[in-house]
Structures are given as C-alpha cells and as structure tokens.
C-alpha cells in the first residue's frame, strides 16, 4: 500500500496531541498548591494610637473584649481631638458609641457611652482614674447580652494593646469562649473564660509572654498556648487532668 507524506500527517497529529496533553496533565497534577497565608487582622494598627501627652492622664485610648457572646470595646477620650467616643463590636455587629460627659484635667472620668446595636439603644458605663489606672466597665445594658463581661486596658505611646477573640475546649466535653488582651511591650495578658452550657467565668485568668512567644499563667507557670503574629494557638492540661484547647485571632 502506498503511504502518502499528507496521510502519514493525519496519522501523527492526533498521537501528538495526545502525548501533549497527557504530558500537561501530568505537570499539573503534580504542582503543589500554594500555602494558605497565616491569619491577619487586615483592620487592626501595629502601633499604639494613644499619644504620649495621655499616658499618665484619663485622656487617651482604652481597648477591651467582652464575653457573653463575643467582641470588642474601644474607648477614646480625647486622643488628640476634642471629642469623647466609643466602639463595639459583638458577634459581628457594631455600634458607635457617645458621651456627653465632659473631661475634667486631673479628675477620674465616670460616664455612660451611648449608642444603637442591632436596631436597639445600648448603654456601657466606663469608669477611669485620674491617672488612666484602674479602667472598668460598670455596667452595661445590652438588649440580648444581660450578662456581658469586659476586661479593658489603658493603651499607651509605647504599648499597644492588642484584642484576640476564640475559643476553648475540654476534653470532658466543655466548651466556650475565650478572649484574650495582651501587650508585647509588656510582655502581659489577661483573659475571660465562659463556659457555653453554664456561662460561667472563672476569674483572674492571665499572665505574661515568655521569650519563645508562650502564654504563661501566673497563677502557676502553666503555658496556656501560643502567640504567632495575630493567632494564638495551643493544649495544656488542667488541674484535673483533662486536655484544653485554645484558639484565637487578632480582632482589634
């Protein structure tokens, strides 16, 4: 039989194509996908926002978290400008917050912060030392959250505080929130704990950084987890030999 050059082409083309195409499969089925990226607060600073002229006074920048549910509080009083606001944030809602109390040089500031969360007014009472020492929250009414605790701290020029929000859970089968605030100046934290079934806190939960970027409780030296950038991870055992484990990001 006689073989043309134009047949011997049709013959070859379509084994070309096929070789080809095996041959890009197999390239791509073995290219590796790429990391996921490590978490990061897209909306939070990397250096304080209080001003060196507040740090001894009950001027400035106040951040905190909160439990029951879960989120942020901001507090600035007078931070560089003449006014007195707040911010809220609570499972992914948020709230401007208003006082119309005055500041008074040299005295404590005690004043109801204002606002509207979820269609409905709210009120949160903060209260401050002269100095900025000693910042709390006295009470506050939010529709939904009877039970709402903070935890807030003074930022100052040289230390940023930072706000994480996650969760624990107990090999026993516990669960439930926990926040954490820290300073890496500092090399400080502090935290609040609810249990999801009970919404009970136990109290004092904090301590310090180590050099290896460890939680560390003061109460008994226990490292509690890790700090990696905006994350904070880690398991320990507790005094009743059950396993915990913790998790959180960076929110504020």
Request: a negative charge; aromatic letters at 6%; proline letters at 5%.
């Amino acid at each position: 039989m006689k073989t043309t050059k134009k047949s011997l082409i049709a013959l070859i083309a379509p084994l070309v194509i096929l070789l080809l195409s095996i041959s890009f499969n197999s390239c791509s089925d073995d290219k590796e996908e790429d990391p996921i990226p490590p978490y990061t607060c897209s909306t939070c600073v990397d250096t304080p926002d209080a001003l060196p002229e507040n740090d001894n006074s009950a001027k400035g920048v106040y951040k905190g978290i909160e439990v029951g549910s879960s989120g942020t509080l901001s507090i600035d009083i007078q931070n560089g400008s003449n006014t007195i606001t707040g911010y809220m944030t609570l499972d992914g809602l948020s709230a401007t917050l208003t006082s119309n109390v005055s500041y008074v040089d040299g005295q404590p500031y005690i004043a109801p912060f204002t606002g509207t969360y979820d269609g409905n007014p709210v009120t949160i009472t903060f209260s401050v030392a002269a100095g900025g020492g000693v910042p709390t929250v006295i009470s506050s009414d939010i529709p939904g959250h009877p039970d709402a605790v903070f935890t807030i701290y003074k930022e100052t020029s040289t230390s940023l505080i930072e706000a994480f929000e996650g969760a624990y859970s107990i090999s026993g089968g516990e669960s439930g929130t926990f926040n954490i605030l820290l300073s890496r100046a500092f090399n400080l934290w502090g935290g609040i704990a609810k249990d999801d079934a009970t919404g009970s806190m136990p109290e004092d939960i904090g301590g310090t950084i180590n050099g290896n970027n460890q939680l560390v409780e003061s109460e008994n030296g226990r490292v509690v987890g890790n700090l990696s950038g905006d994350v904070i991870s880690g398991q320990f055992t507790d005094g009743d030999n059950e396993t915990v484990t913790i998790n959180g990001h960076r929110t504020l």
